[in-house]
C-alpha cells in the first residue's frame, strides 16, 4: 500500500528569518536597473528571491552553447546586498530553437489538436528530447551554482499541470501502455480493473490500448482515471530526475517545486504523492473573484499546503500584492488586504511572503498584474505596504520552525475527484469542490483549524473529521474511518461518499459500500432535484431549513434518524443521521443542506467530540495559533468592516506594535495582531 502520510521534511530553516521577496526576472530589464532593484529589496526588507524561472532561452540560446555572464552578475550582485536565492530551472519553458528541432515535443490535446509555442507550458511530459534538454539545462545551472553563496534553494520547473498536464501524442500512448503494464501486470488484470465486459471493450494485448482520447460517446471512465493518474505520475517524473540531478550535484541545498494546492487554481496533480518528494513544501495561491469570501478560501489553501507537508512548516512562494490580471475580473486589493492574505498563510504555517512579482513587467502577458514594485513606482500605496510588511516579517522572525496548532481534520483525496468529475453520475450538479469548499467554510466560520488528511492515514489525534466528498473510497480507507469512530472518534459524512473503489468499479452490495457498518444505514436510490427545487428539512428543534441539488432513500440499519424530509421525493425518510459505533459517533447528512443546516449539523458533531463552541469570537476574524520552542503565539485577523474583539487566553505582547496585550484584544478593520503569549 502506497505511504498516505508526506514524509517529514527537514528542518533546517533556508534562512535565518522568515523569507519575504518575489519573482526576480532581471532579464526582462537593462542592466542599469539591476543596481536601483537591490538598493530598493534593501529598503523593503526583501531577504529571498526568485531567479532563473522563465530564462531558458537567454541561458542557452542555441543548443549546447550557454550564456551564464548575466546570471553571474545578478547572482554576485543580489548576495553583495545580502540576498539569497531560490534558483530556479527553466523547464517550464523550452526555447523556440528547441521546438523547432522537435515539434512533436508540443503537447497534442484529446481532440487531437497540437498546441503551437508562444505562451509557457507547452510540454509533453513524455517526450524524450524534452528529457533529454531538461536534464542537461539542469546540469549545467548545478555545476555552475551549487556553490554560490547566495544559493538558499533550487526551484525545479515552475507550477506543474499550469496550463497543461496530459498530452495525447502518440508517444505518450507508448509511455501509457508501459505504465498500465506496469501498474497491472497482465493485460486479464486490466481488464478486470477497467470493465472491459461493459461495451465489448476487451483487450488481448496492452498494444492495443490508447490515451482516452475523443470517442463518440462516454470513454471507460477506469480508463480515463488511469489516465489522469498516468499524467500526474509523468509529471511527476520529470520532476524527481532534476531533483535527483541537484541532489547529486548540489547536496545539502534543499529541492522544492512550487505547488497550486487551491482547489479553485488546480485539479490534475495528486499533492500527496508530490509533498512526498519535495525537500521543502512550497505554494503559490492567488485569491480567486468569485463573489465569495476570499479569504476562506486563502485560509483553505493554506491549510492544505501545511497538510501536505505532514504538519512542518512551508513556503508561500507566490501570492500578489493587489490584483492579478488572468481573471475576467480583477479588482485590486484594499489597503491592508496585502498584509492580512500574508499573515494569514504565515499563521497556517508558511515561513514567509513571497510574491510574483518584484518588478511589474511593461511587456508581456502579465504587464497588468500588481507586483512588489508597481509601474507607479515608490511613491505608490502598494510599494508603502510592501515596505511595512517586510518590517512585519522580519518582527516575527522569532515564529521560524513553529507549528499551526489543528482542531479537527477534513478527509481529501485527489483521486476520488477525478473520479468523482467522470461523467456518466446522477447529476451534472453535484460538484465535490463545492462539497468541500462549504464543509471548510462552515469549520472556519466556528473558528476551527483544520487539518487535510488522506483517507488512509491516521487520524486518531483528532477529536473530531469530516469526509465532505469521498465518491471514491477503497476498502483499506473505510476500515481506517470505522477504526477511527470505534476509538472514539466523531466522523461526519457528506453525501455520494463510498461509492466506488479505487478502479472507479462500485462496491458489492448496497450504498455506500465499506461506509455502511460504521454510519449504521444503507441508501436504497439517489433522486436527485432539478435545477431550482429545494426540499424543506425538519429536525428535533422544530426548524425547517432548506436543501437543494441531491435526496436519497436512507435506510437506517443501527443509525438514528436527526432529521427528516419534510417535503420531496425522499419525504419522510432520514436526511440526517447519527450511529454510535464503539465509543465514537457518526454523522450522515445525505443532502446539500444551506450554509445554516450545515451549520447546524457540525455544531452538533462538535459536541459530540467535546469541542468547545467557540461563539463569542466575530465572523471573518481568523484566531489561529502557532507553538513552538521559542513559544506559544496567537494570530488575530480581522477581515470584516468592524473592529473585532478577540479573548486572549492568556496574557502577551503583539509583536508587531511590541505593546502589551491582555484580556481582550481589539484588532482594528483589516488588521493583524500577533500575540506572542507569556503562559
Known amino acids: 500500500m502506497p505511504e498516505t502520510t508526506p514524509a517529514p521534511k527537514p528542518s533546517r530553516p533556508i534562512l535565518p528569518g522568515l523569507a519575504f521577496g518575489g519573482d526576480y526576472n532581471p532579464e526582462q530589464w537593462p542592466e542599469s536597473v539591476w543596481q536601483e532593484d537591490v538598493r530598493l529589496m534593501r529598503e523593503a526588507g526583501v531577504n529571498l528571491v526568485s531567479v532563473g524561472i522563465f530564462s531558458w532561452a537567454r541561458l542557452e540560446p542555441k543548443q549546447a552553447s550557454y550564456d551564464f555572464d548575466w546570471l553571474d552578475r545578478v547572482l554576485d550582485l543580489l548576495h553583495e546586498h545580502g540576498i539569497r536565492v531560490d534558483l530556479a530551472t527553466p523547464t517550464v519553458v523550452p526555447p523556440a530553437w528547441f521546438y523547432r528541432a522537435h515539434p512533436d515535443a508540443l503537447p497534442v490535446t484529446r481532440e487531437g489538436v497540437r498546441h503551437s509555442f508562444g505562451s509557457r507550458g507547452a510540454i509533453c511530459h513524455s517526450n524524450p528530447a524534452y528529457r533529454e534538454a531538461a536534464a542537461s539545462i539542469t546540469t549545467k545551472l548545478a555545476e555552475r551554482y551549487a556553490a554560490h553563496p547566495a544559493l538558499a534553494l533550487w526551484h525545479v520547473h515552475n507550477e506543474y499541470g499550469a496550463p497543461v498536464s496530459a498530452c495525447y501524442c502518440d508517444t505518450c500512448a507508448a509511455r501509457f501502455r508501459d505504465w498500465l503494464a506496469a501498474r497491472h501486470g497482465t493485460i486479464e488484470a486490466l481488464n478486470e480493473a477497467w470493465g472491459t465486459a461493459f461495451w465489448g471493450q476487451r483487450y488481448t494485448d496492452f498494444e492495443q490500448i490508447d490515451p482516452p482520447r475523443l470517442t463518440p460517446a462516454v470513454c471507460n471512465p477506469a480508463q480515463q482515471l488511469d489516465y489522469k493518474r498516468f499524467a500526474d505520475a509523468a509529471m511527476l517524473e520529470n520532476f524527481c530526475a532534476e531533483r535527483d540531478i541537484l541532489h547529486r550535484l548540489s547536496p545539502g541545498v534543499p529541492v522544492t517545486t512550487n505547488f497550486m494546492t487551491a482547489l479553485s487554481q488546480c485539479d490534475c496533480v495528486d499533492y500527496w504523492a508530490w509533498g512526498r518528494e519535495v525537500d521543502i513544501v512550497t505554494n503559490d495561491h492567488y485569491l480567486i473573484t468569485d463573489g465569495r469570501r476570499t479569504h476562506v478560501n486563502l485560509a483553505m489553501a493554506a491549510d492544505l499546503t501545511r497538510s501536505v507537508a505532514g504538519g512542518a ?29 500574508s499573515l494569514a498563510h504565515v499563521a497556517r504555517g508558511s515561513e514567509g511572503a513571497m510574491f510574483f512579482q518584484w518588478r511589474q513587467s511593461r511587456r508581456g502577458a502579465e504587464k497588468f498584474h500588481s507586483a512588489m514594485l508597481p509601474q507607479g513606482g515608490t511613491d505608490t500605496r502598494v510599494w508603502r505596504e510592501v515596505v511595512e510588511l517586510g518590517a512585519d516579517m522580519n518582527a516575527l522572525a522569532c515564529l521560524q520552525g513553529t507549528r499551526t496548532v489543528p482542531d479537527v481534520a477534513m478527509v481529501w483525496d485527489w483521486h476520488s475527484w477525478w473520479a468523482q468529475r467522470l461523467e456518466g453520475h446522477p447529476t451534472v450538479d453535484h460538484d465535490p469542490r463545492e462539497r468541500a469548499d462549504s464543509f471548510y467554510e462552515a469549520l472556519y466560520d466556528r473558528h476551527l483549524t483544520v487539518d487535510f488528511a488522506h483517507p488512509e492515514a491516521d487520524l486518531s489525534s483528532y477529536p473530531l473529521v469530516v469526509v465532505p466528498a469521498l465518491y471514491l473510497t477503497s476498502d ?17 459524512v457528506s453525501y455520494f461518499s463510498g461509492i466506488v473503489d479505487e478502479h472507479d468499479a462500485v462496491h458489492p452490495g448496497a450504498y455506500p459500500g465499506p461506509l455502511r457498518d460504521v454510519l449504521g444505514l444503507t441508501v436504497e436510490e439517489w433522486s436527485p432535484l432539478l435545477p431550482g427545487d429545494t426540499v424543506r428539512i425538519g429536525g428535533p428543534d422544530g426548524a425547517s431549513r432548506r436543501a437543494e441539488v441531491w435526496t436519497e432513500f436512507v435506510v437506517p440499519r443501527g443509525a438514528e434518524t436527526v432529521w427528516r424530509y419534510a417535503d420531496g421525493p425522499a419525504a ?44 463569542a469570537l466575530p465572523r471573518d476574524t481568523e484566531v489561529v495559533r502557532r507553538s513552538g520552542d521559542s513559544g506559544d503565539y496567537l494570530f488575530a485577523i480581522n477581515h470584516s468592516s468592524q473592529p473585532a474583539v478577540v479573548p486572549l487566553p492568556d496574557s502577551g505582547t503583539d509583536l508587531l506594535t511590541g505593546e502589551p496585550a491582555t484580556g481582550l484584544l481589539t484588532v482594528l478593520p483589516g488588521s493583524v495582531a500577533v500575540v506572542r503569549l507569556d503562559g
Request: net charge positive.
Open 313 to 341: 512548516p512551508w513556503l508561500l512562494l507566490e501570492h500578489s500584492t493587489s490584483g492579478v490580471n488572468w481573471q475576467p475580473r480583477n479588482p485590486a486589493k484594499a489597503p491592508g488586504q496585502m498584509a492580512c492574505n
Open 476 to 492: 483499506a480507507a473505510g476500515d481506517n474511518l470505522r477504526r477511527y469512530v470505534e476509538n472514539g472518534g466523531t466522523l461526519v
Open 572 to 615: 419522510p425518510g432520514p436526511a440526517v443521521t447519527r450511529h454510535r459505533s464503539g465509543t465514537g459517533t457518526a454523522w450522515y447528512i445525505s443532502t446539500r443542506l444551506d450554509a445554516q443546516g450545515l451549520g447546524a449539523v457540525l455544531q452538533a458533531a462538535c459536541a459530540d467530540a467535546g469541542i468547545p463552541s467557540r461563539g
